[in-house]
Nanobody
Framework: QVQLVESGGGLVQPGGSLRLSCAESGLPFSEAIITWHRQDLGKAREWIATSWPGGATIYDTSVKGRFTTSRDDAKNTVYLQLNNLKPEDTAVYYC???????WGQGTLVTVSS
């Protein structure tokens, strides 16, 4: 059974940074395709980035150049580095494993002064 455990959310001022973590278990990490999504209150969940085994990545235009996803194979963990945060980035952030359709529990990011 695939499990994803997220951490790293919190309150940050505009222009600040956070790093989210998504620890995966139950699937060989070399097979895990991890996607990142976010959902603001009252809005649909939206895709923002994908991390493929081997390190290839792709981003939505709303976060490209500000957010970076990376993998640590030794820790079975995928990271999402959030830089230059804006109030409109406020949302619950989720990681997702595409093959097993497993979701993490979500972590809240609040960008406010």
């Amino acid at each position: 059974q695939v499990q994803l455990v997220e951490s790293g959310g919190g309150l940050v001022q505009p222009g600040g940074s956070l790093r989210l973590s998504c620890a995966e278990s139950g699937l060989p990490f070399s097979e895990a395709i991890i996607t990142w999504h976010r959902q603001d209150l009252g809005k649909a969940r939206e895709w923002i980035a994908t991390s493929w085994p081997g390190g290839a990545t792709i981003y939505d235009t709303s976060v490209k150049g500000r957010f970076t996803t990376s993998r640590d194979d030794a820790k079975n963990t995928v990271y999402l580095q959030l830089n230059n945060l804006k109030p409109e980035d406020t949302a619950v952030y989720y990681c997702h494993e595409a093959g097993s359709m497993t979701w993490g529990q979500g972590t809240l990011v609040t960008v406010s002064s």
